[in-house]
């Protein structure tokens, strides 16, 4: 049993509610988890509120109050591939994860994320990543380090102020052997939540995703590409990919939703978050960060010539 070395929080609603007391919330607020599992964690003494204080299964709800708990998964995955840290100040931290390694806790993970290894390895208790990378997607990262200026880089995606770029492989159709180097398109669509609800799909509608890509090497059947998102939704540039006929290469969930199998750590996504480039808010200076990584389908490809 995995146990989060860190609580979860959730505040209880100012609305009224139906419920009576604190156990019969959770058990409505998380309907996956069953009634013993919070009887068995109020026993425990593993739920209290923010201040500290332990509560009872009985203990009525407080509208307003914030609760604490505690995540249990039977069994974490252990990711054995280092993080590096890139930069850090007063303000902010620059991380590159690998593959594999959620950045915040979810699911399955508890406490193995690049979240829970900064805030040790660092020392900063604090620290909140200001942005998301997908679990199977390596690359850059960026922290807040102060609560005080937190907003400002939160703003800076908010607004679309930061340059953000990635590198993909996949592979070419026939017709490549024609194409003048570089390669662009341009995709512009509408996505939404699919079913299941963690994957995106194309609808019709105002559009709300853009990316640009360019193929700019090739070798034999592969291609690198550079991809540039405008905007920021979920999954978009795993889609848009897809949308130009060139899935990315070991992509589980697209164009097909492969079953979950235990995790394949020799056929990582060939997906890097390669590059961001911003003005900082406080100091003004124009910040540039670049991972060192490769990604491995490409670089194995080049060693072999």
Same mark, same amino acid.
């Given at each position: 049993?995995?146990?989060?070395?860190?609580?979860?929080?959730?505040? +209880?609603?100012?609305?009224?509610?139906?419920?009576?007391?604190?156990?019969?919330?959770?058990?409505?607020?998380?309907? /996956?988890?069953?009634?013993? =599992?919070?009887?068995?964690?109020?026993?425990?003494?593993? =739920?209290?509120? /923010?201040?500290?204080?332990?509560?009872?299964?009985?203990? #009525?709800?407080?509208?307003?109050?914030?609760?604490?708990?505690?995540?249990?998964?039977?069994?974490?995955?252990? +990711?054995?591939?280092?993080?590096?840290?890139? !930069?850090?100040?007063?303000?902010?931290?620059?991380?590159?994860?690998?593959?594999? /390694?959620?950045?915040?806790? *979810?699911?399955?993970?508890?406490?193995?994320?690049?979240?829970?290894?900064?805030?040790?390895?660092?020392? @900063?208790?604090?620290?909140?990543?200001?942005?998301?990378? $997908?679990?199977?997607? #390596?690359?850059?990262?960026?922290?807040?380090?102060?609560?005080?200026?937190?907003?400002? !880089? *939160?703003?800076?995606?908010?607004?679309?102020? =930061?340059?953000?770029? !990635?590198q993909a492989v996949a592979t070419l159709p026939s017709e490549h052997l024609k194409w003048t180097l570089p390669k662009s398109w341009q995709v512009s669509n509408r996505l939404e939540k699919g079913n299941?609800?963690?994957? &995106?799909?194309?609808?019709? *509608?105002?559009?709300?995703?853009?990316?640009? +890509?360019?193929?700019?090497?090739?070798?034999?059947?592969?291609?690198?590409?550079? %991809?540039?998102? +405008?905007?920021?939704?979920?999954?978009?540039?795993?889609?848009?990919? &897809?949308?130009?006929?060139?899935? =990315?290469?070991? $992509?589980?969930? !697209?164009?097909? @939703?492969?079953?979950?199998?235990?995790? $394949?750590?020799?056929?990582?996504?060939?997906? /890097?978050?390669?590059? %961001?480039?911003?003005? $900082?808010?406080?100091?003004?200076?124009?910040?540039?960060?670049?991972?060192?990584?490769?990604?491995?389908?490409?670089?194995?490809?080049?060693l072999d010539k």
């Amino acid at each position: 049993m995995a146990i989060a070395s860190r609580p979860s929080k959730v505040t +209880i609603p100012k609305q009224s509610s139906d419920c009576k007391n604190l156990l019969q919330f959770l058990v409505t607020r998380f309907p /996956l988890i069953d009634e013993t =599992i919070w009887q068995s964690r109020f026993q425990q003494g593993k =739920i209290h509120w /923010l201040s500290g204080e332990k509560v009872k299964a009985e203990t #009525a709800l407080q509208p307003g109050k914030v609760l604490c708990y505690y995540r249990e998964v039977p069994e974490e995955p252990v +990711i054995p591939f280092p993080h590096q840290v890139l !930069y850090q100040d007063e303000h902010i931290l620059v991380a590159c994860k690998p593959h594999f /390694l959620p950045v915040t806790p *979810g699911g399955k993970y508890v406490n193995e994320c690049l979240l829970e290894r900064l805030r040790q390895q660092q020392n @900063l208790p604090d620290l909140v990543p200001v942005h998301r990378l $997908d679990r199977e997607t #390596a690359g850059l990262v960026i922290f807040s380090v102060n609560p005080e200026t937190r907003g400002n !880089y *939160g703003q800076l995606f908010a607004d679309k102020q =930061i340059h953000k770029t !990635y590198q993909a492989v996949a592979t070419l159709p026939s017709e490549h052997l024609k194409w003048t180097l570089p390669k662009s398109w341009q995709v512009s669509n509408r996505l939404e939540k699919g079913n299941p609800g963690f994957v &995106m799909k194309e609808v019709e *509608g105002e559009i709300n995703a853009h990316s640009v +890509i360019n193929l700019v090497e090739r070798k034999e059947q592969l291609g690198l590409f550079k %991809l540039s998102p +405008i905007t920021g939704k979920t999954h978009q540039l795993r889609l848009h990919m &897809m949308k130009i006929g060139m899935p =990315i290469l070991n $992509d589980k969930f !697209y164009p097909l @939703l492969e079953d979950e199998k235990k995790l $394949d750590f020799s056929s990582p996504l060939q997906l /890097l978050a390669k590059s %961001l480039t911003f003005r $900082d808010p406080i100091s003004g200076k124009q910040q540039q960060f670049q991972s060192g990584r490769q990604l491995s389908q490409w670089q194995d490809n080049n060693l072999d010539k």
